[in-house]
């Protein structure tokens, strides 16, 4: 089945401690992209990626990292997480990051949770 | 970052009746799109709208893309149970994929 798998689902933690959430896919797609989710906010963007090892900041980059060593992955990094990275993420993919191309399809989300 | 303003911010109505929401931009776009996330998923492309003018329809949802390029409007009749969600609009240019404030629908039988 053609998906975006994201990990984990739920994860609480503590202020300062590293993290990563991962993101997969199955479909060969070039595009992959990171949101959050905020109450009245919508979905923002924080990082993407056009193809291998070639990563942008989106809207709201600010405490994260994301890395793209393969197609399928693109790893979202929380090198010292804080209360404010509390928020609903989604991993996203598409064929291509052009024009006409970008319908995206989103992983289930990562619900994270910083004390 | 910029973001599409979205209204209503949330909808309670009862099953059977018609929805209308819209979603409005300062910024032209030249693609229009319109995603519902249902809950504990991540959202799904409803329609998408290319060109101004342009009223497309999938199922019960109907969405038009505005003369303006500077917003988008859906519709949804005879509303059911499962339409309960999520809804974002998203305006396009190039590369760039800006999201809505989205619109919350519950709907009680």
């Known amino acids: 089945e053609a998906q975006v798998t994201q990990n984990p689902r739920y994860l609480i933690t503590v202020t300062g401690k590293k993290l990563t959430v991962t993101c997969s896919q199955n479909m060969n797609h070039e595009y992959m992209s990171w949101y959050r989710q905020d109450p009245g906010l919508g979905l923002r963007q924080i990082y993407y990626s056009m193809n291998v090892e070639v990563t942008d900041k989106g809207d709201v980059p600010e405490g994260y990292k994301v890395s793209r060593k393969e197609k399928r992955n693109f790893p979202l990094i929380l090198e010292s997480p804080s209360p404010n990275q509390t928020s609903l993420y989604f991993c996203a993919s598409s064929v291509a990051g052009g024009s006409g191309a970008n319908v995206l399809t989103f992983g289930a989300g990562s619900r994270l949770t910083v004390l | 970052g910029q973001q599409l303003n979205q209204s209503p911010q949330s909808m309670f109505i009862q099953e059977g009746e018609d929805v209308s929401m819209n979603c409005t931009s300062s910024s032209i776009f030249n693609t229009w799109l319109w995603y519902k996330q249902e809950p504990g998923e991540g959202p799904v492309l409803l329609i998408a709208?290319?060109?101004?003018?342009e009223l497309t329809s999938n199922g019960r949802l109907t969405a038009q893309f505005g003369i303006t390029r500077k917003d988008s409007f859906l519709n949804i009749s005879a509303s059911i149970p499962s339409d309960v969600g999520i809804y974002f609009c998203a305006g396009q240019n190039t590369d760039k994929l800006i999201f809505g404030t989205g619109t919350r629908l519950q709907v009680f039988p």
């Open positions: 709208l290319y060109k101004a003018g």
